[in-house]
């Protein structure tokens, strides 16, 4: 008897299909780590600023709630309304443009994403700070007497 092996061919994966699943594997890794939990603090939650829908017309608060230089956070309507100046009143997506977080504070004339610290200007939503690659989106409101409404 024999005791040769016979050899059967191996197929083996061409070295930029292994580089292409290797990439892909971590690329749904990091969006899997940065995109879901608890550390979006209810950005899930959070409806389109002032995109219609049952909340539009409703009112959001009065003017008086809002501080002169500062904002409050509306998160059931995923809004942000601030008072940059006395009078002029401006709204913003309550969505960081980073990873989708909640923003939590207004404070020191900056709206304030507690996940990686962005920071977004009080007047304009413009990016003062932290990683947000864009400013907040403005959302549409109305101010009717002493009250502010989603338009």
């Known amino acids: ?6 050899s059967v061919p191996v ?3 061409a070295r930029r ?3 292409a699943c290797v990439g892909a594997a971590g690329i749904a890794a990091a969006l899997t780590a940065c995109g879901g ?3 979006n603090a209810g950005a899930d939650d959070a409806k389109p600023a002032g995109g219609g829908g049952k909340d539009a017309g409703g009112v959001l608060g009065r003017t008086s ?7 409050k956070i509306f998160a059931a309507q995923g809004v942000v309304v601030t008072q940059p100046t006395a009078g002029q009143f401006k ?3 309550a969505k960081c443009t980073h990873q989708g977080c909640a923003v939590s504070s207004v404070s020191g004339g900056t709206i304030n994403c507690p996940c990686h610290g962005s920071k977004f200007d009080v007047a304009d939503g413009s990016v003062k700070g932290g990683p947000a690659p864009s400013p907040l989106p403005a959302a549409a409101i109305s101010v009717e007497g002493g009250s502010i409404k989603l338009a």
């Open 1 to 6: 008897m024999s005791t040769e092996s016979q």
């Open 11 to 13: 197929q083996v994966p």
């Open 17 to 19: 299909t292994v580089i």
């Open 37 to 39: 939990g608890s550390d």
């Open 65 to 71: 709630d809002i501080p002169q230089g500062g904002g």
């Open 91 to 93: 709204a913003f997506s």
